[in-house]
């Protein structure tokens, strides 16, 4: 457990070691939810990721892919066509 203390501006000072573990730097962007009363923050580009790769899940099988070689083989095969050759 890690203590903050609030300045009179209502700003607080995210411990180091919370900071490091939720690899935020300066000028980073953290999300505040609450779930049944509780507060809880992650880092927004994190939870973005994981929200997109949540999205994305079985996509590539749905698809017809069997595994990540066919899909990237599509994928060289588009850029080409994209390029001209």
Same mark, same amino acid.
């Given at each position: 457990?890690?203590?903050?203390?609030?300045?009179? #501006?209502?700003?607080?000072?995210?411990?180091?070691?919370?900071?490091?573990?939720?690899?935020? #730097?300066?000028?980073?962007?953290?999300?505040?939810?609450?779930?049944?009363?509780?507060?809880?923050?992650?880092?927004?580009?994190?939870?973005?990721?994981?929200?997109?790769?949540?999205?994305?899940?079985?996509?590539?099988?749905?698809?017809?892919?069997?595994?990540?070689?066919?899909?990237?083989?599509?994928? #060289?095969?588009?850029? #080409?066509?994209?390029?001209?050759?």
């Amino acid at each position: 457990m890690e203590v903050a203390k609030i300045s009179s #501006k209502g700003q607080i000072t995210i411990p180091v070691s919370v900071r490091n573990k939720l690899k935020l #730097k300066a000028g980073d962007k953290i999300v505040i939810f609450e779930e049944n009363g509780r507060f809880y923050f992650e880092n927004s580009a994190m939870l973005a990721f994981k929200r997109a790769e949540n999205a994305f899940a079985g996509e590539a099988e749905n698809a017809g892919f069997k595994n990540e070689e066919e899909m990237q083989d599509y994928m #060289k095969e588009i850029r #080409k066509e994209v390029r001209g050759y």
